[in-house]
């Protein structure tokens, strides 16, 4: 693997990690705090992606 995909995994662990732990601030157990960080990366992923792909189709 080269450089830059080291980079955007430890970026991406790091995001899931401090959403975990806001959440697990909040009085979340682990499991939950973990999940709904995972969740949340991932669904502000695929709304930039398809915003992404309505703004290439005008």
Not at 5 to 25: D, E, V
Not at 38 to 56: N, P, W
């Amino acid at each position: 693997m080269n450089r830059q995909t080291f980079f955007g995994m430890f970026g991406l662990l790091t995001l899931i990690l401090a959403g975990a732990t806001i959440a697990r601030l909040a009085g979340l157990p682990l499991d939950a705090a973990i999940y709904l960080s995972a969740l949340g990366m991932l669904s502000i992923g695929y709304i930039r992606y398809q915003r992404g792909l309505r703004g290439a189709g005008e």
